[in-house]
């Protein structure tokens, strides 16, 4: 691939003419001139392939989420052509057009936030549906009751190693906490609402739990940090949990890795005490990030439009519902986690809606190092991953923010931090923002870069940075980002102007964790395996035959 | 002698998996922990009524050919029809259900699963209002009220009020097993003083138990967990509860509105509700706000009584509304042991969970126009792949007619009316016996169907079988194309 503008930020490379080598599936010094495939890029934008950090593209919920919403689908449905299968969209897509749709945006790796553990095998299944990325997936482990239950009693060591079987027999990649303790209590029909209340039934606090599994992280040596969706999540105020939260975890910072990564961060960045007095708290989050190391964030940004809510937590969907009175769906999952799903739509009008949306950009921009933050909209709570493009532009130019400012609830607008803020985002910022970065995060040696010996995930993107200034024809860069040039995944071009052109499967990645003497099944632990849950403990785990294209990532850990 | 642990049930949607095998010369010869269906499916599967070899119809009578053969003759057909209907998949693997939709998306029909017979209109009211459910397990832990609607889990799901409800150990909440043990035996004590009384006074005398009683039962204010049944007659279910509710006919929406009604605090101004006197509705309503936790599984006796999605919609309202007073959920009781999974496979592929038509090339639902038996009642398709179903049996007379009509493909373990009426009838080996695969619970708990003895000679899983047609069409497809 030659003469294309690269902006590859993991190998410090700002907008330099680089010629790129792929051979089998993989970037290489060089190649043999006349025997390779040439592509000329002159005058278009490289990147490596994008990294999503936090998109809810399967599994139960998702999936319920698709079954409850068929006017999501109506309007919004693709073909069956000769190389691509037929598909609906539109806030939540089937299996086939999410991995499509990614891929003519030049993402080619996406994280999927949450799994039940005890469904685990659901999410693998739609995650072999999804072709043209890779993908992994991570566990939800933060009101799992052999957690709270070795947490009471003190038994880190213990825990670990059980957290550490759990990734490995649900194939996943991080553990993903959800409003700690909250889940638990909503197993009643209760929820906590700081940090240091009392889950019922249970000696231990939220504050534990958090501390407890980042320390289990550590022990592991896990790539990516603790993945945490803080308590008070959608609450008016809750900047303070969010800010108490990384305060608490300050003291893990020992090393230059992170110890939490604070997902959809405009969800937990609101000021206030109800909801006529919201504010944005976006500014004492990004002081705190800047002068901090060990916190990453995503921003959770939200996209005007009608889109389909859902996350893990149970009690804040329920409040959801009571303040929409939209359908509700709630799945509560024994001694382990819950869901909740509720149709949402932002509003441009809304005074709420329209200050959240500004929160989000707000810490994007606020946040002086582009390595701490990532943009996400934690599809599709925020709204649908297809509105990246709209993102980008609002990051790299200030008129575009300006044209949906003018737009907006006026309220809203006079609050907003915004009109104060200069900041436009480079191309190269972008790319750790919505790659180099989130790979970093995540500890995926091989992507979000266009090094040697990384796999070959490239996106090139029809818009010359030379000639164009961004900030001013950033409808040109919306374009150019909405339908990639060119994408490339593991050495072949799938996807050309925006037309897929092949259909080919993408690799689950999971953690192949290693703890020093291989863990033991003992008569105790099936037990207590038919005491807690309803299946038998040879059919809970996740068998290779779940996974298409596995692709183990061996870690030792440290117990 | 081998045994084989931890087997998932193939029959009911409690798919137990808890079920251990002892196998003896490659045959099941013991079934341990399993109710009586799911002891007749591993040690009946063999019998008589199994298929064994491929058969095309030829001349009116069906006869034996090669495998390659009806593979053959099924793919034409499909690539011929304009619209085919590919029917059945709720008692068959993930698996297989993903390639069946394949197979539809290629050949443009309508596919559809036995929800639509079923538990369709239970889906339609979830897209109308949404639900609050959890897994069994969580019904197990914390559920102290248990109310089975419009279904008798005793006789059709036999292990779940043992294995998910009243009946098992949980962390929150205890068994009540002995509670109803001393029940039953008390019961039979009272039947023996009845007829003693009976033989000393030599006629009639007056029951200990009337039929309808005046006073709520006071096993509803016992300690512990509670188990209402509500039913149009006393079922099995019925006996094991602590309170049954005989609902009139076809009556079930007015009897859950009220409900609802006395939920949020608001006054009847009636003396009985689909014969239920009131003052036991406002004891059950009281005993419905008052739970920690309470759980609602409901049957066909409510999807396919009169109102049909109409009392889904009032239930899962009902429901929905006790969840701003206490903890409720409420989960339909699926039949067929994958039929949870059918819904699933099809939801991720296509977005819909079954009636999912193909034909304009991408995936449209629209129950009433694109499911089974609408299509067929119209007399719009042309042919037809039954997998996993007996639908000449169940269906409507008239959809069934225009089913055979046309060209029938069928893919079956087993000799059903269907199948005697195909035009191609390709046996294939058992999903959860003699070959693995995956299946979803009631819940949506996914869990692996094993293979615990070799399938007969010959015979191959519904998933090679499809897959192989899928690639005969495609083949014929692609001829056709360079022809043109």
């Known amino acids: ?559 | 002698m081998p045994h084989i642990e931890a087997v998932t049930c193939p029959v009911c949607g409690c798919l137990c998996d808890d079920i251990r095998l002892r196998i003896e010369a490659g045959k099941i010869v013991e079934v341990k922990n399993g109710c009586a269906m799911c002891e007749s499916k591993f040690l009946g599967y063999c019998g008589e009524h199994r298929l064994s070899k491929p058969l095309i119809r030829k001349n009116g009578e069906l006869v034996e050919v090669s495998l390659n053969e009806a593979v053959k003759k099924a793919a034409e057909i499909l690539a011929e029809a304009n619209y085919p209907l590919l029917y059945g998949w709720s008692s068959t693997s993930c698996e297989a259900i993903r390639i069946g939709l394949e197979l539809a998306e290629e050949v443009g029909g309508v596919i559809d699963n036995t929800s639509t017979v079923c538990h369709g209109p239970s889906v339609l009211s979830i897209q109308d209002i949404g639900i609050p459910s959890c897994t069994l397990g969580q019904v197990r832990h914390r559920a102290d009220l248990v109310i089975y609607w419009g279904c008798d889990p005793w006789s059709a799901h036999p292990r779940h009020i043992e294995r998910y409800t009243s009946f098992s150990d949980g962390r929150f909440e205890k068994s009540e097993w002995k509670g109803y043990l001393s029940k039953t035996k008390a019961l039979i004590v009272k039947k023996k003083i009845e007829k003693a009384l009976k033989r000393v006074f030599a006629r009639e005398t007056p029951s200990l138990s009337p039929h309808v009683r005046r006073e709520p039962p006071p096993t509803l204010f016992k300690e512990g967990r509670k188990m209402i049944v509500v039913d149009v007659r006393r079922t099995r279910s019925a006996e094991t509860a602590d309170y049954f509710i005989q609902v009139e006919p076809n009556r079930d929406y007015e009897l859950l509105e009220a409900l609802r009604l006395l939920v949020r605090d608001e006054e009847l101004e009636v003396e009985e509700v689909a014969g239920v006197p009131v003052a036991y509705l406002e004891e059950v309503a009281d005993l419905m706000i008052r739970c920690n936790f309470g759980a609602l599984f409901f049957g066909l006796g409510l999807t396919m009584s009169r109102g049909k999605m109409r009392n889904i919609d009032a239930a899962l309202s009902l429901i929905r509304d006790l969840n701003t007073r206490t903890k409720f959920t409420i989960m339909p009781m699926r039949g067929h042991f994958n039929v949870s999974g059918s819904d699933t496979v099809f939801t991720w592929q296509t977005g819909y969970p079954y009636a999912v038509d193909f034909s304009l090339c991408y995936p449209r639902y629209n129950p009433g126009e694109t499911s089974a038996v609408d299509v067929l009642l119209r007399g719009e398709t042309d042919a037809s792949l039954i997998v996993a179903s007996d639908p000449v049996s169940n269906f409507p007379r008239k959809a069934a007619e225009h089913l055979v009509k046309n060209p029938l493909i069928v893919i079956d373990p087993h000799v059903n009316a269907t199948a005697q009426m195909g035009d191609v009838v390709i046996p294939s080996a058992l999903v959860g016996v003699e070959v693995e695969g995956t299946a979803y619970r009631m819940d949506h708990v996914p869990l692996p169907l094993k293979k615990v003895v070799e399938p007969p000679e010959g015979l191959i899983s519904d998933e090679e079988i499809l897959r192989k047609i899928l690639s005969e069409v495609r083949k014929i497809k692609a001829g056709k194309m360079e022809e043109s």
Request: hydrophobic fraction near 35%.
């Open chain 1, 1 to 559: 691939m030659s003469n294309g503008v690269v902006f590859d930020p993991l190998n410090g490379i700002d907008g330099e003419k680089v010629d790129i080598a792929v051979k089998d599936g993989k970037i290489v010094k060089s190649v043999s001139e006349h025997r390779a495939k040439k592509i000329d890029v002159a005058g278009m934008i490289v990147m490596p392939g994008g990294v999503d950090i936090h998109s809810h593209i399967a599994g139960s919920e998702v999936n319920t989420g698709r079954l409850l919403r068929p006017e999501d689908h109506f309007k919004d449905s693709e073909c069956k052509t000769s190389v691509t299968r037929s598909g609906v969209g539109y806030s939540i897509p089937s299996t086939f057009t999410t991995g499509y749709r990614y891929a003519r945006m030049g993402y080619t790796t996406v994280m999927n936030p949450s799994m039940p553990p005890l469904e685990a095998k659901h999410t693998h299944e739609e995650l072999n549906d999804i072709p043209l990325i890779d993908k992994a997936t991570y566990p939800l482990l933060g009101d799992w009751w052999f957690v709270l239950e070795y947490l009471s009693q003190g038994n880190i060591e213990e825990l670990a190693r059980h957290v550490a079987w759990m990734i490995n027999s649900t194939k996943g990649y991080a553990i993903k906490i959800v409003n700690p303790g909250g889940l638990e209590s909503w197993g009643f029909g209760h929820n906590v609402t700081s940090l240091d209340d009392q889950i019922p039934h249970f000696c231990i606090t939220p504050r534990e739990i958090i501390l407890g599994l980042c320390r289990v992280n550590k022990l592991l040596n896990l790539p990516h940090s603790v993945h945490l969706h803080t308590n008070n999540l959608g609450k008016p105020g809750n900047y303070k949990t969010a800010l108490e939260t990384m305060k608490y975890v300050e003291e893990l910072a020992n090393d230059e890795k992170p110890a939490v990564h604070i997902t959809h961060c405009q969800f937990s960045a609101f000021t206030g005490d109800d909801w006529r007095t919201l504010g944005s708290g976006a500014e004492e989050i990004a002081k705190y990030l800047n002068g901090h190391s060990h916190v990453t964030i995503d921003m959770g940004q939200v996209i005007f439009t009608d889109t389909t809510t859902m996350t893990a937590d149970g009690p804040f969907q329920f409040g959801l519902y009571e303040l929409t009175g939209n359908k509700w769906v709630n799945h509560d999952v024994e001694t382990e986690t819950s869901a909740g799903i509720v149709p949402f739509r932002y509003r441009k009008k809304s005074f709420a809606h329209a200050t959240q949306w500004s929160i989000g950009l707000e810490l994007a921009l606020l946040v002086k190092d582009s390595w701490k933050i990532y943009m996400t909209t934690d599809h599709p709570n925020g709204g649908p991953f297809t509105a990246y493009p709209k993102i980008i532009a609002w990051l790299i130019s200030k008129k575009a923010r300006k044209a949906t400012l003018k737009k907006i609830n006026p309220k809203a607008r006079s609050r907003s931090l915004l009109p104060s803020i200069d900041r436009e985002l480079s191309f190269y910022e972008l790319a750790i923002m919505t790659r180099a970065g989130q790979a970093k995060a995540l500890g995926l040696k091989h992507k979000g870069h266009l090094g040697v010996g990384a796999d070959a995930d490239i996106a090139v993107y029809n818009v010359n940075p030379h000639k164009t200034d961004p900030s001013k024809e950033y409808k040109k860069v919306r374009k150019a980002f909405k339908r990639a040039a060119y994408t490339i995944k593991g050495g072949k071009v799938v996807v050309k102007n925006g037309e897929v052109l092949k259909h080919v499967e993408g690799a689950t990645m999971w953690l192949d964790v290693k703890i020093s003497e291989p863990f033991k099944v003992t008569a105790d632990m099936k037990r207590r395996f038919r005491e807690y849950w309803t299946v038998e403990y040879e059919n809970y785990p996740v068998t290779d035959r779940y996974l298409e294209i596995s692709q183990p990532i061996p870690v030792k850990a440290e117990v």
